[in-house]
């Protein structure tokens, strides 16, 4: 195990034991959350943005961060979807459509090496 991961295992009862008493409130999945991505732990990131896109719907925070982690573990289409979430709650927010736009680039990219991959296997 890495030495990420063990910081975050012990991280981890910490976390708890100061939010247990409390309900589990969208900031603190949120920030938690953040803490993961740092790490690299990206499934973790994963669930706790989940975890307060479901206790707060209308968070535009929650599924921009969402969105990064999906792009990050090369879930696509799950990626796009959560930016569109995003735009909607907040339309004008500079930092989704930012990262709206990039992810676009990226996959106008990903198609455009794909094509030209299969290009050239039909010419070999």
């Given at each position: ?20 008493c409390a309900p589990p409130l ?9 803490l993961a991505a740092q ?86």
């Amino acid at each position: 195990m890495d030495k990420k991961a063990i910081f975050f295992l012990l991280l981890l009862p910490l976390f708890m034991l100061f939010t247990r008493c409390a309900p589990p409130l969208p900031k603190s999945q949120l920030h938690f959350g953040i803490l993961a991505a740092q790490r690299d732990l990206w499934d973790e990131a994963i669930f706790r943005w989940k975890k307060a896109a479901q206790l707060e719907p209308d968070s535009s925070s929650a599924h921009n961060n969402l969105a990064v982690a999906y792009e990050k573990k090369g879930l696509w289409e799950e990626a796009g979807k959560e930016y569109e979430i995003a735009l909607e709650l907040k339309p004008k927010n500079e930092y989704i459509q930012a990262n709206y736009e990039k992810f676009k680039q990226r996959m106008e990219e990903g198609n455009k090496d794909e094509d030209d991959a299969n290009k050239d296997k039909k010419k070999k």
